[in-house]
């Protein structure tokens, strides 16, 4: 008899499913994961870039249209908001991410600094001082 049986080749089957089934949940937390990394790392970006546009360029209004020149690629900037405001000698700025696959707390836990929005969105909060 040559061959394999339907029993074995169902038994291998099952094996190969039950192996899948396990592994999928990993590569989705190995991709979440990954994906609040990039946040976190662009927020950091985006927070050094408008530092920069405030104390180098002297800008009292911080948008993300301010600091485009400062990045190579823009659209890493379309999934990012800013919000600016000067009051006296100190500026408040705010920098989220708008996009709806990450989460406050999952950022959170790579980078610290991070803030939740009242949606739960990742933001983090600089102040910077005018001393010109």
Known sequence: MKGFTLIELLIVLAVITAIISALVPLGVNVIRHARALTVAFNLSEISKAAMSNFYLDHNTSISIDSIKSYFSQHEELKDYQIKSSLASTLEHVYIWYTGNDITASQVEKVFP????????????????????
């Open 113 to 132: 600094d991070v803030e939740a929005t009242q949606g739960n969105k990742p933001m983090i909060s600089i102040e910077l001082r005018k001393y010109w």
